[in-house]
């Protein structure tokens, strides 16, 4: 993985420092590190960083300041990665940032993942990369919210299913799932039948639109 160029936006300083030291651990330069929303713009303007990981919740209202700024930032640069952080499952934060559009990649990740350390990592990578990347507990209560027809998926079909939704290529799920590329295609194509969905080679447009399925659109 090439070494990317981070601008970090975080107001618990003990945390922003720590996913700070995290990412260059890891071998990524953190151009930026600061600590509200209207610093997140100033230093993404100074540094044109590769990616952007910030905390939805920031000062001074502790609401989506984090999020807002984010969004403002993909609106002025579509080729802009963004990793947005939250203590709580909020699906309008998700369906916003989804909603986005442009190139980029995309992410939407509970804070509790960041104890995963290498998973953390890999989820700025792939993002980064331009993917997107939704947390699994995002997943799970979007396929909560609807049960038809995803009662015609198999228990391996909504396995897959949840995997497209965090990103994963088809690779990485067969991987995950011990079976093979061709499997996994497979399952894939038999999901996307059954959800009415048409099938896309785009990974970031194919979870995209299972997402946009499963909010209900």
């Known amino acids: 993985m090439p070494r ?20 260059e651990r890891f071998g990524h330069e953190v151009v930026a590190a600061v600590g509200d929303g209207a610093a997140l713009v100033e230093a993404v303007t100074a540094h044109e960083p590769d990616i952007v990981v910030t905390d939805a919740r920031m000062p001074p209202g502790f609401s989506d300041e984090g999020l807002r700024a984010a969004l403002a930032l993909r609106a002025t640069r579509p080729g802009l990665a963004v990793l947005v952080l939250s203590q709580y499952v909020q699906q309008t934060y998700a369906a916003e940032l989804l909603d986005s559009g442009g190139g980029a990649g ?25 993917h997107t990347v939704v947390d699994p507990e995002v997943v799970r209560q979007l396929l909560g919210r609807r049960r038809e027809p995803l009662a015609r998926l198999t228990p391996r079909e909504h396995e897959v ?13 067969a991987r995950a799932l011990v079976v093979t590329e061709a499997a ?34």
């Open 161 to 173: 299913l949840g995997l497209v939704a965090e990103g994963r290529s088809n690779a990485a799920i």
């Open 106 to 130: 995309i992410g939407y990740l509970l804070k509790d993942r960041i104890g995963e350390v290498r998973e953390f990592v890999e989820a700025v990578e792939r993002v980064a990369e331009g």
């Open 184 to 217: 996994v295609a497979k399952h894939i194509a038999s999901i996307l039948a059954k959800l009415d969905l048409p099938p896309a080679e785009d990974d970031h447009r194919r979870v995209l639109a299972v997402l946009a399925y499963l909010r209900g659109r």
């Open 4 to 23: 990317l160029r981070v601008a970090l936006a975080e107001d618990v300083v003990l945390l922003r420092e720590g996913l700070a030291g995290l990412l």
